[in-house]
Protein backbone atom coordinates (compact mmCIF):
# COMPACT_ATOMS: atom_id res chain seq x y z
CA UNK A 1 0.00 0.00 0.00
CA UNK A 2 1.64 3.11 -0.85
CA UNK A 3 -0.25 6.62 0.89
CA UNK A 4 0.01 9.19 -1.75
CA UNK A 5 0.01 12.89 -0.46
CA UNK A 6 -1.62 14.95 -2.52
CA UNK A 7 -3.34 18.05 -3.65
CA UNK A 8 -5.61 18.28 -6.82
CA UNK A 9 -2.46 20.05 -9.11
CA UNK A 10 -0.63 18.74 -11.79
CA UNK A 11 2.32 17.54 -9.68
CA UNK A 12 -0.16 15.63 -8.17
CA UNK A 13 -1.76 14.84 -11.38
CA UNK A 14 1.44 12.96 -12.16
CA UNK A 15 1.79 10.67 -9.30
CA UNK A 16 -1.93 9.48 -9.79
CA UNK A 17 -1.78 8.67 -12.97
CA UNK A 18 1.53 6.87 -12.60
CA UNK A 19 -0.17 4.99 -9.38
CA UNK A 20 -3.00 4.22 -12.20
CA UNK A 21 -0.79 3.18 -15.06
CA UNK A 22 1.41 0.51 -12.43
CA UNK A 23 -1.61 -0.32 -10.65
CA UNK A 24 -0.33 0.14 -7.45
CA UNK A 25 -2.50 -0.04 -4.50
CA UNK A 26 -3.13 3.39 -3.04
CA UNK A 27 -4.76 5.47 -0.72
CA UNK A 28 -5.03 9.65 -1.51
CA UNK A 29 -4.75 11.45 1.49
CA UNK A 30 -5.89 14.90 0.03
CA UNK A 31 -4.56 18.64 1.10
CA UNK A 32 -6.12 21.49 0.81
CA UNK A 33 -3.03 23.72 -0.12
CA UNK A 34 -5.06 27.36 0.23
CA UNK A 35 -6.42 26.20 3.51
CA UNK A 36 -2.55 25.22 4.74
CA UNK A 37 -3.02 22.00 5.27
CA UNK A 38 0.94 21.59 3.63
CA UNK A 39 1.92 23.33 6.82
CA UNK A 40 1.33 21.34 9.65
CA UNK A 41 4.98 19.49 11.54
CA UNK A 42 3.40 16.25 10.38
CA UNK A 43 3.57 17.03 6.99
CA UNK A 44 6.98 18.69 7.39
CA UNK A 45 8.37 14.93 8.37
CA UNK A 46 7.66 13.43 5.58
CA UNK A 47 8.45 16.28 2.96
CA UNK A 48 10.60 19.08 4.74
CA UNK A 49 9.95 21.80 1.55
CA UNK A 50 5.99 20.98 2.54
CA UNK A 51 5.20 21.08 -0.74
CA UNK A 52 2.52 18.47 -2.63
CA UNK A 53 3.09 15.59 -3.80
CA UNK A 54 4.79 13.37 -1.41
CA UNK A 55 4.29 9.22 -1.27
CA UNK A 56 4.93 6.42 1.78
CA UNK A 57 5.48 3.02 0.25
CA UNK A 58 4.47 1.02 3.61
CA UNK A 59 5.77 -1.99 1.74
CA UNK A 60 8.53 -1.66 -0.21
CA UNK A 61 10.64 -3.99 -2.24
CA UNK A 62 13.32 -4.88 0.35
CA UNK A 63 10.38 -5.35 2.81
CA UNK A 64 11.85 -3.10 5.24
CA UNK A 65 10.51 0.49 6.94
CA UNK A 66 8.49 2.38 4.79
CA UNK A 67 10.15 4.43 2.52
CA UNK A 68 9.17 8.38 1.97
CA UNK A 69 9.40 10.25 -1.47
CA UNK A 70 9.04 13.62 -2.00
CA UNK A 71 9.42 15.47 -5.59
CA UNK A 72 7.43 14.75 -8.35
CA UNK A 73 10.13 13.59 -10.43
CA UNK A 74 11.50 11.34 -8.05
CA UNK A 75 8.34 9.86 -7.29
CA UNK A 76 7.98 9.04 -10.71
CA UNK A 77 11.18 7.44 -10.87
CA UNK A 78 11.03 5.34 -7.49
CA UNK A 79 7.66 4.05 -8.86
CA UNK A 80 9.36 3.45 -11.88
CA UNK A 81 11.55 1.64 -10.20
CA UNK A 82 9.48 -0.55 -8.15
CA UNK A 83 6.86 -0.97 -10.53
CA UNK A 84 9.02 -1.66 -13.53
CA UNK A 85 7.82 0.17 -16.36
CA UNK A 86 7.87 3.37 -17.87
CA UNK A 87 11.67 3.62 -16.92
CA UNK A 88 14.42 2.18 -19.48
CA UNK A 89 16.46 0.52 -17.60
CA UNK A 90 19.40 1.61 -19.39
CA UNK A 91 20.92 3.15 -22.42
CA UNK A 92 20.31 5.75 -24.35
CA UNK A 93 16.20 5.80 -23.65
CA UNK A 94 17.05 5.81 -19.72
CA UNK A 95 18.89 8.34 -20.64
CA UNK A 96 16.49 10.64 -22.96
CA UNK A 97 13.62 9.83 -20.29
CA UNK A 98 15.46 10.91 -17.54
CA UNK A 99 16.86 14.00 -19.54
CA UNK A 100 12.74 15.36 -20.69
CA UNK A 101 11.57 14.47 -16.84
CA UNK A 102 14.47 16.75 -15.81
CA UNK A 103 13.41 18.99 -18.10
CA UNK A 104 10.23 19.55 -16.89
CA UNK A 105 10.71 19.19 -13.31
CA UNK A 106 13.43 21.53 -13.40
CA UNK A 107 11.96 24.06 -16.51
CA UNK A 108 8.41 23.88 -17.67
CA UNK A 109 6.92 22.98 -14.07
CA UNK A 110 8.48 25.96 -12.55
CA UNK A 111 8.07 28.11 -15.44
CA UNK A 112 4.89 27.27 -15.62
CA UNK A 113 4.18 27.63 -12.36
CA UNK A 114 5.26 31.11 -11.91
CA UNK A 115 3.27 32.09 -15.65
CA UNK A 116 -0.11 31.11 -13.73
CA UNK A 117 1.26 33.09 -10.27
CA UNK A 118 1.20 36.30 -12.05
CA UNK A 119 -1.30 35.51 -14.70
CA UNK A 120 -3.31 34.25 -12.11
CA UNK A 121 -2.71 35.38 -8.55
CA UNK A 122 -0.79 38.25 -8.10
CA UNK A 123 -2.06 42.05 -8.02
CA UNK A 124 -3.05 43.37 -11.34
CA UNK A 125 -0.32 45.29 -13.53
CA UNK A 126 2.64 42.46 -13.04
CA UNK A 127 2.96 43.18 -17.00
CA UNK A 128 7.23 42.63 -17.11
CA UNK A 129 6.58 39.23 -15.11
CA UNK A 130 3.82 38.22 -17.16
CA UNK A 131 5.67 38.70 -19.87
CA UNK A 132 8.66 37.20 -19.10
CA UNK A 133 7.09 33.72 -17.54
CA UNK A 134 5.09 33.38 -20.21
CA UNK A 135 7.39 34.40 -23.19
CA UNK A 136 9.74 31.63 -21.32
CA UNK A 137 6.57 28.79 -21.28
CA UNK A 138 5.91 29.47 -24.83
CA UNK A 139 9.83 28.79 -25.85
CA UNK A 140 9.32 25.71 -23.39
CA UNK A 141 6.51 24.40 -25.73
CA UNK A 142 8.44 25.36 -28.84
CA UNK A 143 11.25 22.65 -27.62
CA UNK A 144 8.46 20.22 -26.67
CA UNK A 145 6.84 20.20 -30.25
CA UNK A 146 9.87 20.10 -32.20
CA UNK A 147 10.69 16.85 -30.59
CA UNK A 148 7.01 15.53 -31.06
CA UNK A 149 7.12 16.51 -34.48
CA UNK A 150 10.06 13.54 -34.78
CA UNK A 151 9.25 11.26 -32.35
CA UNK A 152 5.83 10.00 -31.06
CA UNK A 153 6.61 10.51 -27.15
CA UNK A 154 8.93 12.85 -25.54
CA UNK A 155 11.69 9.75 -24.54
CA UNK A 156 11.37 8.35 -28.04
CA UNK A 157 9.04 5.39 -29.61
CA UNK A 158 7.63 4.40 -25.90
CA UNK A 159 4.90 6.41 -23.55
CA UNK A 160 7.55 6.88 -20.22
CA UNK A 161 7.77 8.81 -17.06
CA UNK A 162 8.75 11.91 -19.07
CA UNK A 163 5.14 11.75 -20.94
CA UNK A 164 3.60 11.37 -17.21
CA UNK A 165 5.38 14.06 -15.83
CA UNK A 166 5.13 16.72 -18.71
CA UNK A 167 0.83 15.60 -19.37
CA UNK A 168 -0.66 17.04 -16.56
CA UNK A 169 1.02 20.51 -16.83
CA UNK A 170 -0.21 20.84 -20.36
CA UNK A 171 -3.87 20.43 -19.49
CA UNK A 172 -4.07 22.97 -16.93
CA UNK A 173 -2.16 25.30 -18.92
CA UNK A 174 -5.79 25.85 -20.58
CA UNK A 175 -6.76 27.70 -17.76
CA UNK A 176 -3.82 29.94 -19.25
CA UNK A 177 -5.10 30.60 -22.36
CA UNK A 178 -3.08 28.15 -23.96
CA UNK A 179 -4.57 26.06 -26.32
CA UNK A 180 -3.30 23.26 -28.29
CA UNK A 181 -4.29 24.37 -31.89
CA UNK A 182 -0.87 26.35 -32.63
CA UNK A 183 1.01 22.83 -31.71
CA UNK A 184 -0.07 19.93 -34.04
CA UNK A 185 2.40 17.44 -32.58
CA UNK A 186 1.35 18.51 -28.96
CA UNK A 187 -2.04 18.28 -29.75
CA UNK A 188 -1.79 14.60 -31.00
CA UNK A 189 0.45 13.09 -28.31
CA UNK A 190 -1.94 14.78 -25.82
CA UNK A 191 -4.48 13.15 -26.93
CA UNK A 192 -3.36 9.76 -27.20
CA UNK A 193 -2.57 10.07 -24.06
CA UNK A 194 -5.58 11.40 -22.23
CA UNK A 195 -7.05 8.06 -23.78
CA UNK A 196 -4.94 5.93 -22.16
CA UNK A 197 -6.98 4.13 -19.75
CA UNK A 198 -4.56 4.76 -16.63
CA UNK A 199 -5.37 8.22 -17.66
CA UNK A 200 -8.72 8.45 -18.27
CA UNK A 201 -9.70 6.44 -15.04
CA UNK A 202 -7.12 8.81 -13.07
CA UNK A 203 -8.76 12.01 -14.76
CA UNK A 204 -12.64 10.75 -14.11
CA UNK A 205 -11.75 9.72 -10.60
CA UNK A 206 -13.75 11.90 -8.19
CA UNK A 207 -11.13 11.77 -5.34
CA UNK A 208 -8.62 13.31 -7.47
CA UNK A 209 -10.54 16.16 -9.26
CA UNK A 210 -9.45 19.79 -8.57
CA UNK A 211 -12.30 21.84 -6.91
CA UNK A 212 -13.36 24.21 -8.68
CA UNK A 213 -11.47 27.29 -6.46
CA UNK A 214 -8.15 26.14 -7.85
CA UNK A 215 -8.61 26.64 -11.54
CA UNK A 216 -10.15 30.10 -11.98
CA UNK A 217 -8.79 32.24 -14.83
CA UNK A 218 -8.22 34.88 -12.05
CA UNK A 219 -7.77 33.20 -8.50
CA UNK A 220 -8.76 35.67 -5.46
CA UNK A 221 -7.41 34.33 -1.99
CA UNK A 222 -8.61 35.60 1.14
CA UNK A 223 -5.86 36.98 3.43
CA UNK A 224 -5.28 33.92 5.41
CA UNK A 225 -5.52 31.68 1.87
CA UNK A 226 -2.86 34.37 0.64
CA UNK A 227 -0.56 33.83 3.78
CA UNK A 228 -0.72 30.41 3.43
CA UNK A 229 0.12 30.11 0.23
CA UNK A 230 2.83 32.84 -0.55
CA UNK A 231 3.05 34.89 2.63
CA UNK A 232 3.50 34.30 6.42
CA UNK A 233 2.39 31.35 7.23
CA UNK A 234 3.78 29.47 4.21
CA UNK A 235 7.35 30.59 5.64
CA UNK A 236 6.58 30.18 9.23
CA UNK A 237 6.05 26.48 8.51
CA UNK A 238 9.90 25.75 7.14
CA UNK A 239 11.02 28.13 10.50
CA UNK A 240 9.37 26.13 13.29
CA UNK A 241 9.97 22.07 11.77
N1 LIG B 1 9.15 20.63 -7.41
C1 LIG B 1 8.00 20.16 -6.70
C2 LIG B 1 6.91 21.22 -6.74
C3 LIG B 1 5.83 20.93 -5.73
C4 LIG B 1 4.85 22.08 -5.59
O1 LIG B 1 5.15 23.26 -5.88
N2 LIG B 1 3.67 21.73 -5.10
C5 LIG B 1 2.62 22.72 -4.92
C6 LIG B 1 1.32 22.18 -5.50
S1 LIG B 1 1.54 21.94 -7.24
C7 LIG B 1 2.39 22.96 -3.44
O2 LIG B 1 2.49 22.06 -2.64
N3 LIG B 1 2.04 24.20 -3.09
C8 LIG B 1 1.72 24.57 -1.74
C9 LIG B 1 2.68 25.57 -1.18
O3 LIG B 1 3.51 26.10 -1.91
O4 LIG B 1 2.59 25.82 0.02
C10 LIG B 1 7.53 18.84 -7.31
O5 LIG B 1 7.77 18.62 -8.50
O6 LIG B 1 6.95 18.00 -6.59
Known amino acids: MIDLHYSATPNGQKIAIMLEEIGAPHRVIPYDIFEGDQLTEAFGRINPNHKLPAIVDQSPADGGEPVTVFESGAILQYLAEKGGRFLPASGAARAATLS ?49 EK ?25 MGMGLDEWPAMK ?10 AVARAMARADLAAPAKYIGRHQTLDEKQWSNMFGDANHAAVTKD
Do not use: C
Not at 115 to 135: E, I
Open 100 to 148: WLTWQVAGLGPMGGQASHFLRYAPAGQDYAVARYTKEVQRLLTVLEKRL
Open 188 to 197: DWFERIRERP
Open 151 to 175: NAYVAGDDYTIADMAIWPGRASAFV
